[in-house]
């Protein structure tokens, strides 16, 4: 674990893992043993997918819990060959590649003069050897791309099927996304003929699984303020053809109250707002300040303020994050109660998460350290 960890996340995380703080940090920079998929029952059935990918050569295994739910067991840690020449990715390509996916256009940040069909090391910023690969270009024609395969993965520390290069994610029968995000928008549970706001939809996932779980009947907004990422959630709907009830608006739903003549009309709202990020698993380095955590505590908070005037009487906010801190988690919940007037809601036991008890609030988190999750919060908020 690197040592010029950010005092003010320490600090903030100790208000919640006290003594295993470090711990903590440790595990999150290794990826959870299980990959999981959400089978989109829309088009295929759980079964009938885990049959196609065993048909693959992938050893794919059922959620006892979560029915759409199926996981794939990472190999590993492996140990890297070293090799003369290297490619430098970003952090993100870095957490990718790290376990098994292929070397892509985007993320590259420099590399060496290499040939096709050669072996060459993929080397995160910070210095780390995380793979290698097999170059499916040369380095010269690299210098002209500005997407597409560069080369396969053929040996990462972590070691995954390229999931994203099967024909079944082309054909939109299953979409990557981890236990936890799944569990927010069962816990959510869309029904149909309810108007329902996902306020920070990009890149999609969430949104497609409310429209998969109402069967398409429930009439949902989308909100992206950033265009980009806006049609990312319609290519995401589109890929998995679950474009049914879905508008996708490209505004900042901070504003919705403002913007829209909404107020007390909206029946559950789902918010999953920037964060630090820190759950996400694995890491490669772990780079965020207590100021982050201040900033972007206060900016989840305006979503908050919007969706409490736009909900009906007795509608519901859930409330997730995939980070850990006080701060954009417990805080941000306190403040809703106490400011805002809203109520938490006990759901009894959900699985692989641990129930929060704090004063007068309930909440979920999945943790790395009890359940090998990703870190996830979730909290059930209701208007009285």
Request: with cysteine; glycine share 6%.
């Amino acid at each position: 674990m690197s040592k010029n960890i950010d005092y003010g996340l320490i600090a903030s995380l100790r208000k919640v893992y006290g003594s295993l703080t470090y711990s903590l940090l440790d595990k999150i920079l290794l990826p959870p043993k299980r990959l999981y998929l959400r089978v989109n029952t829309m088009l295929i059935t759980r079964e009938e997918l885990v049959e196609r990918l065993k048909k693959r050569g992938i050893n794919v295994k059922e959620d006892p819990y979560v029915e759409e739910a199926v996981f794939i067991e990472l190999e590993g840690p492996n140990k890297i060959p070293v090799y003369d020449k290297k490619i430098i990715v970003d952090k993100y390509a870095a957490e990718s590649i790290m376990i098994g996916a292929n070397l892509y256009r985007p993320g590259i940040v420099r590399f060496d003069r290499f040939k096709e069909n050669e072996y060459v090391n993929i080397q995160a910023t910070n210095g780390r050897i995380i793979a290698v690969v097999r170059t499916l270009v040369s380095s010269d024609k690299l210098k002209y791309m500005k997407k597409g395969i560069v080369g396969e993965n053929i040996v990462s520390i972590y070691k995954a099927p390229p999931i994203r290069d099967l024909e079944e994610y082309d054909l939109g029968l299953f979409y990557p996304q981890s236990l936890p995000a799944m569990m927010v928008s069962r816990i959510l549970d869309p029904q149909p003929g309810e108007l329902i706001f996902d306020m920070n939809a990009a890149p999609g996932g969430k949104t497609s699984h409310l429209v998969q779980l109402s069967q398409g009947r429930s009439r949902i907004i989308a909100f992206e303020r950033n265009v980009k990422k806006a049609l990312k959630v319609y290519s995401t709907l589109k890929r998995l053809r679950l474009l049914r009830n879905v508008i996708i608006l490209p505004m900042d739903s901070r504003y919705v109250h403002l913007d829209l003549n909404v107020s007390e009309k909206v029946d559950k709202i789902l918010i999953d707002p920037p964060c630090t990020g820190l759950g996400v698993r694995p890491k490669i380095d772990i780079d965020i300040r207590g100021e982050d955590i201040v900033v972007l505590s206060k900016y989840q908070r305006q979503f908050l303020n919007s969706a409490s005037t736009i909900l009906t009487r007795k509608g519901i906010i859930v409330y997730s994050t995939c980070t850990l801190t006080w701060e954009e988690n417990e805080e941000n919940i306190i403040y809703a109660v106490r400011k805002l007037g809203l109520e938490t809601i006990d759901l009894g036991k959900i699985p692989y998460a641990d129930k929060i008890y704090y004063r007068d609030i309930v909440a979920y988190r999945f943790s790395p350290l009890g359940y090998d999750m990703p870190g996830f919060f979730v909290a059930v908020l209701r208007r009285k």
